[in-house]
């Protein structure tokens, strides 16, 4: 799900000003990219600000989900600083059912998220890759998104393959958070969160 403009552009600014103080840990990958520790929404007014404008927009995306607007809380969220030649690998989001992004400054369109698939398996894989076949968003093996600006949100179902490529624009500021439903209840099964 995308959100334009969650953010007015002076508020994202101001907040960018405020995420690269915090910012202390330099990623495992990529000296390029450096993060604040991952932490709870309560734990300073700049992520406890960003938890309470994107959670009605979690559970918005989280009835797409799962069919039924549930109680969202934000488990994890975090500070990324992307400088330019940085970059993130490609990882998913474990113990966490939405994540998302809110971009504090526009991403360049080089380091713009780019979701797969799947990176294969154990089996035998059939394509039809070749100048006829015209690629979509379903039969499709990777997704970037589009043209992302400061102050837009993007979010995921945490499962999902994605990366950020090599940074060849300005720095690039963005908070990242897993969320988790309050429960979640299969014909009876249910299982609680929290
Ligand atoms: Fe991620």
New binding site residues.
Partial sequence: MRVEGLLEAPEASALAAEAVEATTLTNAYSDLLSHTPVAGAETNSLFATLGGRVLPKVVEFGEVLFGEALNWQIKEIWVNVLEPGGRQAI?T?ANSFI?GVIYLTPAHPSANLVFHKALGGTGFIFGNTNPNARINAFNGGKWAMPQTNAGDLVMFPSHLL?EVPVNQGARRISI?FNAIPDRLDNFGYAIRFS
Avoid: L, Q, V, Y
Wanted: hydrophobic share 20%; glycine share 0%.
């Fill in positions: 990882h989001h994540s994605h990242a």
